[in-house]
């Protein structure tokens, strides 16, 4: 299977680290566009099944770079 799509920007990946669903602060998750921790978890536990908040994710930080 070949999978090929442009690119809409570059980044700068700032940070890669690992935190529970239950730990991530409220206004990393806001910045990420949701309203609340419940709309995220809600979100989270529909579309990939997460078993709950101490589930580990990866959190990977980073800034715009450049914009196509």
Do not use: T
Not at 1 to 12: D, G, Q, T
Not at 32 to 50: H, N
């Amino acid at each position: 299977m070949s999978y090929r799509a442009e690119s809409l920007a570059h980044v700068w990946v700032i940070a890669v680290r690992r935190e529970r669903l239950g730990n991530i602060p409220e206004g990393d998750i806001r910045n990420q566009g949701y309203s609340s921790v419940k709309a995220y978890r809600e979100a989270f536990e529909r579309d990939i099944q997460l078993l709950g908040p101490g589930c580990r994710m990866w959190v990977v930080e980073f800034e715009l770079a450049r914009q196509f």
